[in-house]
């Protein structure tokens, strides 16, 4: 088979629920009329609506003039007969010329506006991104790393497979597996800007090869599909407030037979002593703070069902207990400290959260910290790890 | 930090990445050939761009209206020859195809008016006008949306040979 055949090609479809007309995959014809049913399906969306019709373009990994040209016309010529219709675009930032394209409508009709859909996307990242977070993120990679370099190979990992790390975020796990394992690639994935720039940076200091990093949507990826021995997604799905999308699209890009391997929280189990009932409270808090924002940092117990309700087979399992006693202690009372700084902070600020309750909340946190480095104390930071297969 | 390297002239030297050539009759045998060409070219060398996979959308989708603009040439007999060529953050295009004298004298308008101040209103008001989009319009789009530079050089022979310089690394998200 060439591979050309594997090459996607569109789909179009209207969703008469939520009025939004969408069209997806590789859209180059010769002639127009070769998107006959494509356009015919566009008119009778428009006759059907009110109001509002959304065409989203997030999908599109390829348009020619020529179509972008017969889709517009429909559209336009929409605006001009049924003025009462507004269109909102909904592209992605992650398709690059996709908002340049179609922004080229809004010049010509008022009724047109263009949204990058992902623009204000992902609720957690804006707490996390920002380059303070890095040092944090880096120590945390750091401290599960001693775990899971165990238990990766108990997930599919080995020497020579091409993988996947999906919400890389700095990169400094997918350097860990290079170093580690010797995949023979590595693409690695974020939608933070700064993060990837980051990583970019660690790889040309440190000479590093055989990762490409790869500025992207992990709900809706430009990927290829099923070309993955393994897919890694580790603490994502629970700062996003879908993950059921996030799976269905490591799902997508898992070779059939190849493992998809995700890590997560249950925050309310993180625990320390002394002071154990502070902490316990603080963190019941966390969880509840996080729902807030439409995330779920109870998440990491409930990887089995998503990844049975994902379609996987074979679901492997178990936790590890990242504590004080990994190494140094201080490492420990540093992460807590960023969690603190922002669970406490910013977060709590956004939810509108009085001065009573913010000094409470702190004092779990620093119940944590001084359990962490107290010579008798014992904290604890609780992960689990779940993995299936794609079936044959 | 990577290094500059400069002929005598004092241009950057573009150093090759892949050449692809096919009879013209071949190419514009099949309407699917542009999209082949330049996924595959663009797969080819996007791979040591710092972001591949937006690397490979981004430049097939640039490179594949020049391939429809050649693809529509009125001139039957010659080659297509596509090479790609890089400098640091840019890509260069040069794509030569046999076409007849008018079309010649219509790509060096086009190509001369792509820089001017009136082009970036031209190509935002395109789409109001035309049914289909014309060439000028593929080139101007270039220019825009891709921060391309064009230029026509000479070719042997009843042939064009267009010059297309992409920095897609340094376009913005």
Same mark, same amino acid.
């Given at each position: 088979m060439s591979p050309y055949n594997l090459l996607p090609r569109f789909?179009?479809?209207?969703?008469?629920?939520?009025?939004?007309?969408?069209?997806?995959?590789?859209?180059?014809?010769?002639?127009?009329?070769?998107? &006959?049913?494509?356009?015919?399906?566009?008119?009778?969306?428009?006759?059907?609506?009110?109001?509002?019709?959304?065409?989203?373009?997030?999908?599109?990994?390829?348009?020619?003039?020529?179509?972008?040209?017969?889709?517009?016309?429909?559209?336009?010529d929409a605006c001009r007969a049924r003025p009462d219709l507004k269109f909102v675009v909904v592209t992605s930032s992650v398709v690059?010329?996709?908002?340049?394209?179609?922004?080229?409508?809004?010049?010509?009709?008022?009724?047109?506006?263009?949204?990058?859909?992902?623009?204000?996307?992902?609720? &957690?990242? &804006?707490?996390?991104?920002?380059?303070?977070?890095?040092?944090?993120?880096?120590?945390q990679t750091k401290m599960t790393w001693r775990h899971e370099r165990e238990i990766l190979p108990r997930h599919g990992m080995r020497p020579g497979i091409v993988m996947a790390d999906i919400c890389c975020g700095i990169?400094?796990?997918?350097?860990?597996?290079?170093?580690?394992?010797?995949?023979s690639r590595i693409v690695a994935l974020d939608h933070s800007i700064s993060s990837l720039n980051y990583a970019r940076q660690?790889?040309?200091?440190?000479?590093?090869?055989?990762?490409?990093?790869?500025?992207?949507?992990?709900?809706?990826?430009?990927?290829?599909?099923?070309?993955?021995?393994?897919?890694?997604?580790?603490?994502?799905?629970?700062?996003?407030?879908?993950?059921?999308?996030?799976?269905?699209?490591?799902?997508?890009?898992?070779?059939?037979? &190849?493992?998809?391997?995700?890590?997560?929280?249950?925050?309310?189990?993180?625990?320390?002593?002394?002071?154990?009932?502070?902490?316990r409270w603080t963190y019941n808090e966390v969880a509840k703070l996080f729902a807030h924002f439409e995330m779920d940092v109870e998440l990491g117990p409930k990887s089995r069902r998503y990844l049975i309700e994902a379609g996987l087979e074979d679901i492997r399992i178990e936790t590890f207990m990242v504590t004080n006693l990994d190494g140094d202690p201080q490492d420990f009372a540093d992460v807590i400290v960023a969690w603190s700084d922002v669970y406490a902070g910013e977060m709590a600020?956004?939810?509108?959260?009085?001065?009573?309750?913010?000094?409470?909340?702190?004092?779990?946190?620093q119940d944590h910290i001084f359990a962490a480095l107290h010579p008798k104390g014992y904290a604890g930071w609780p992960i689990w790890v779940a993995s299936g297969r794609r079936p044959q | 930090m990577r290094s500059v390297h400069h002929d005598t002239a004092g241009q950057p030297t573009f150093e090759p990445m892949i050449q692809i050539d096919m009879e013209i009759k071949t190419f514009v045998s099949a309407w699917k050939h542009c999209d082949y060409v330049s996924t595959y070219m663009a797969r080819m060398i996007s791979q040591n761009r710092s972001d591949s996979v937006r690397h490979l959308n981004l430049f097939s989708s640039a490179f594949n209206e020049l391939l429809e603009v050649a693809?529509?040439?009125?001139?039957?007999?010659?080659?297509?020859?596509?090479?790609?060529?890089?400098?640091?953050?840019?890509?260069?295009?040069?794509?030569?195809?046999?076409?007849?004298?008018?079309?010649?004298?219509?790509?060096?308008?086009?190509?001369?008016?792509?820089?001017?101040?009136?082009?970036?209103?031209?190509?935002?008001?395109?789409?109001?006008?035309?049914?289909?989009?014309?060439?000028?319009?593929?080139?101007?789009?270039?220019?825009?949306?891709?921060?391309?530079?064009?230029?026509?050089?000479?070719?042997?022979?009843?042939?064009?040979?267009?010059?297309?310089?992409?920095?897609?690394?340094?376009?913005?998200?």
């Open positions: 789909k179009a479809q209207y969703d008469a629920n939520s009025q939004e007309f969408s069209i997806s995959g590789v859209v180059r014809p010769q002639a127009i009329d070769e998107l &006959g049913p494509s356009l015919a399906l566009l008119r009778e969306a428009i006759g059907r609506v009110r109001g509002v019709l959304y065409v989203n373009v997030r999908r599109l990994a390829q348009m020619n003039n020529a179509a972008f040209y017969a889709f517009s016309r429909i559209i336009i690059g010329w996709t908002s340049r394209k179609f922004g080229r409508l809004t010049r010509l009709e008022p009724n047109i506006t263009v949204e990058e859909y992902d623009s204000e996307f992902y609720p &957690g990242q &804006g707490f996390l991104e920002e380059g303070g977070f890095v040092p944090i993120l880096r120590t990169g400094d796990f997918a350097v860990l597996v290079q170093k580690e394992f010797q995949p660690v790889m040309r200091e440190f000479d590093i090869r055989g990762i490409e990093y790869t500025y992207g949507d992990a709900s809706e990826m430009l990927l290829d599909e099923a070309q993955f021995d393994l897919v890694t997604c580790r603490h994502s799905l629970q700062i996003f407030n879908r993950p059921e999308l996030i799976l269905k699209e490591l799902y997508r890009i898992c070779k059939p037979g &190849g493992r998809i391997y995700i890590t997560n929280e249950k925050n309310s189990h993180c625990l320390g002593e002394p002071r154990a009932e502070s902490i600020a956004k939810r509108g959260d009085g001065p009573e309750f913010v000094a409470r909340f702190r004092q779990g946190f | 693809f529509r040439t009125r001139h039957a007999d010659g080659e297509l020859a596509c090479r790609v060529s890089r400098h640091g953050a840019t890509d260069r295009i040069e794509l030569t195809f046999p076409c007849v004298p008018e079309e010649r004298q219509f790509y060096e308008k086009a190509v001369s008016q792509v820089a001017g101040s009136e082009a970036r209103e031209r190509y935002l008001n395109s789409v109001s006008g035309d049914l289909a989009p014309s060439r000028e319009v593929v080139l101007l789009e270039l220019a825009v949306d891709y921060n391309a530079t064009l230029r026509v050089e000479e070719a042997e022979g009843d042939a064009i040979k267009l010059v297309v310089d992409l920095p897609l690394e340094g376009l913005q998200h």
